[in-house]
């Protein structure tokens, strides 16, 4: 053992990871693909290109649905969801579909409805969570989402003191990677792939 690690200060990140590798270490990491999907759907970007952003294009890819029929998310693990998504009725509600699904069974958004009138400039969304109702009026911005909907969300896995939280990947870009980890699987994809996750506030 160097003298590094002795101190605690063992970087376990490859350097210049190839696609496999990353992969690999994803898998490692609890990033199973869902069933009707596999690795080419991977593969939809040229592997230069995750050799120039390693692990971040891997991580964003892994948040995506496969390119076909019936759009099936890759994994459970995160959501890469584009903040210019609200088109109509049915937008939030799809937003607290991928909410639920990415806590794989943690919890549960039940009776959810909402109401998007982009002209009216007029939105809410309505759901049931651990037995109490809420209804939740939004801001409208064209097809922007209204972002204090995760911030309340957080909220309310702070109130039931949920094992996992709600964390966020800023890609740089209109998308967000939104994943769902206790502190020590948190620690363990950072340290693992040295991205900058964060919780979501």
């Known amino acids: 053992m160097g003298i590094l690690a002795l101190f605690g200060?063992?970087?376990?990140?490859?350097?210049?990871?190839?696609?496999e590798q990353q992969l690999e270490i994803f898998k490692e990491l609890g990033f199973e693909l869902n069933n009707g999907t596999n690795k080419?759907?991977?593969?939809?970007?040229?592997?230069?290109?995750?050799?120039?952003?390693?692990f971040t294009?891997?991580?964003m890819t892994l948040g995506q649905t496969i390119e076909r029929e019936p759009w099936t998310p890759l994994?459970?693990?995160c959501w890469d969801f584009d903040t210019e998504a609200i088109e109509d009725h049915g937008s939030y509600i799809e937003i607290f579909e991928n909410l639920e699904r990415i806590t794989r069974g943690e919890?549960?958004?039940?009776?959810?409805?909402?109401?998007?009138?982009?002209?009216?400039g007029k939105a809410w969304v309505s759901f049931t969570f651990s037995g109490k109702d809420y209804k939740w009026n939004l801001e409208v911005d064209d097809d922007w989402v209204d972002t204090d909907l995760f911030s309340?969300?957080?909220?309310?896995?702070?109130?039931?003191?949920?094992?996992?939280?709600?964390?966020?990947?800023?890609?740089?870009?209109?998308?967000?990677?939104?994943g769902f980890e206790t502190e020590k699987s948190l620690k363990e994809i950072k340290s693992k792939t040295g991205l900058k996750i964060e919780w979501f506030e």
Request: aromatic residues 14%; without cysteine.
């Open 75 to 77: 994994t459970n693990k």
């Open 152 to 178: 309340k969300v957080v909220e309310l896995t702070e109130k039931v003191k949920s094992k996992g939280r709600y964390t966020y990947f800023d890609t740089g870009g209109q998308n967000a990677v939104i």
């Open 9 to 19: 200060f063992n970087n376990s990140i490859p350097k210049n990871p190839t696609f």
């Open 40 to 54: 080419s759907d991977i593969e939809r970007w040229e592997k230069q290109e995750f050799l120039d952003e390693p």
């Open 107 to 120: 919890l549960k958004f039940e009776n959810v409805k909402d109401y998007v009138d982009i002209e009216e």
């Open 57 to 59: 294009l891997m991580y």
